[in-house]
C-alpha cells in the first residue's frame, strides 16, 4: 500500500471517516477481486497526487463487513466519497483515471451534492 493511502476497519470509519476535515475516498476492495486489484494502483497515483487535499482509505470488505453494509456496498470495487461526514459521489467498478480524477476535483470545490446514507 502506498505511503499515502492507509487501511481503515469498522472501528475506526466514523472518526477517521466521518469526522474528518478533509474530504476522503475510501476503496471498498477485497484481495480476491481481481477488478479491486486493477484499480488499486490508480487510487494510489491519485492518492500521491491529491496528497494533503484528501485522505485515502481501503477498506476490506472481508475484514470489515459492518461498514460496506453500513453504505449499501454490492459490488465491489466501489469508491465512495465523503465531505464533513457526508456521501457526496460513489464510483463502482473499474472505471478510468480521468473519471476519478474528475469527481475527486467536484468533491474540493463543491459540486457534488450530498447524499444521506443508509443506517442499517
Do not use: H
Not at 490508480?42 to 453494509?69: M, S
Not at 456496498?73 to 474528475?102: C, Y
Not at 467536484?106 to 442499517?120: A, D, S, Y
Request: glycine share 8%; net charge negative; proline share 7%.
Amino acid at each position: 500500500m502506498a505511503d499515502n493511502t492507509f487501511e481503515i476497519d469498522d472501528s475506526q470509519f466514523d472518526n477517521t471517516v466521518l469526522k474528518s476535515e478533509k474530504p476522503v475516498l475510501v476503496d471498498f476492495w477485497a484481495p480476491w477481486c481481481g477488478p479491486c486489484k486493477a484499480l488499486g494502483p490508480v487510487v494510489e497515483q491519485l492518492a500521491e497526487k491529491y496528497a494533503g487535499k484528501v485522505n485515502f482509505a481501503k477498506c476490506n470488505v472481508d475484514n470489515n463487513p459492518v461498514t460496506p453494509g453500513k453504505f449499501g456496498i454490492k459490488a465491489i470495487p466501489t469508491l465512495i466519497f465523503f465531505n464533513q461526514g457526508n456521501v457526496v459521489d460513489q464510483i463502482t467498478g473499474v472505471v478510468s483515471k480521468d473519471l476519478i480524477e474528475q469527481t475527486i476535483e467536484k468533491v474540493l470545490n463543491g459540486k457534488t451534492g450530498e447524499r444521506p446514507f443508509m443506517v442499517v
